[in-house]
């Protein structure tokens, strides 16, 4: 199968990595689950790292097709406007969004002027759908359980799975927020275990397990099914759902959650302006 070009991009503010992927024969590429910097004191937006895979793509001489976000994140804001902006492409999101903007659009009090349709992005990727980066065949694999949008991404031999899974080491995505569901996630994940082993595995994050030195983002299906500390070959179902419970309930909400979700439910939008022109973010007490 044929092996894509990656470059990751790691934000250690938020332990997250975005990816740059293309094709070496046509330098056809797609950016995936880009990053805008956001300081929650201040309020204020910075492009830095969002111009640091700009300044690659151009070294690089890459075309953008695509600008992927796996699903609506929900610990940093999208930086998709900015760089469709600055490069071109399409953006893109799993078609189960219209799920999410729903129930954050009744907590935020979006107001009927939010669309709850996906219209935000340019295209919504069905399960299983096909399409291509240059001459490399890509595949959208529905991945719910995080969240009910969640997508995974098979460019030719890696796939990007979000915040599904983690390195063997720190194990999976956490299942508590609204429409999120340990046992869906579980069944999504065996479809990732249906890959082939030496398939490459890129996530969104890393946090660093206990003992280990430095941040890694890349393994393989073989490794995370063999040592996965969660949810390796043998654990079943029910005692996948136990474990998740019972850590989830020890676990505090991300720090940017309010914000992130408020923006990347609008496609990277801000939320529209007020009627001194300027924008706000809401904070919603006792709804999370």
């Not at 990595?17 to 880009?34: E, G, L, M, P």
Request: hydrophobic share 35%.
């Amino acid at each position: 199968m044929t092996k894509p070009d990656v470059k990751g991009f790691f934000d250690e503010a938020t332990n997250t990595i975005s990816y740059v992927v293309w094709d070496r024969t046509t330098k056809q590429a797609a950016i995936i689950d880009s990053l805008l910097d956001f300081d929650q004191a201040s309020g204020r937006t910075a492009t830095h790292s969002a111009d640091r895979m700009i300044a690659f793509v151009k070294d690089t001489g890459l075309t953008v097709e695509w600008i992927i976000d796996t699903h609506v994140h929900a610990d940093h804001l999208t930086a998709a406007p900015y760089i469709k902006s600055q490069l071109g492409g399409r953006t893109g999101i799993g078609e189960h969004i219209s799920t999410v903007q729903k129930v954050f659009g009744e907590i935020f009090n979006a107001g009927q002027e939010f669309h709850t349709d996906g219209s935000q992005f340019d295209h919504l990727f069905t399960d299983g759908e096909t399409y291509k980066i240059g001459t490399i065949e890509a595949r959208a694999i529905h991945t719910p359980g995080h969240t009910p949008a969640c997508m995974s991404h098979l460019i030719g031999g890696a796939v990007f799975v979000g915040d599904t899974i983690f390195m063997p080491d720190y194990g999976t995505a956490r299942c508590d927020f609204p429409g999120g569901d340990a046992a869906t996630l579980y069944d999504s994940i065996q479809k990732l275990f249906a890959l082939p082993g030496d398939t490459r595995v890129f996530l969104c994050h890393d946090y660093k397990a206990p003992g280990r030195e430095h941040h890694v983002w890349e393994t393989t299906i073989g490794e995370e099914k063999a040592h996965n500390t969660h949810i390796h070959e043998g654990v079943t179902k029910a005692q996948f759902v136990k474990m998740r419970t019972e850590r989830d309930a020890t676990l505090d909400m991300p720090k940017l959650i309010l914000p992130s979700v408020q923006v990347n439910m609008r496609a990277g939008e801000m939320p529209p302006a007020e009627s001194n022109g300027m924008r706000y973010m809401k904070i919603p007490i006792n709804a999370l």
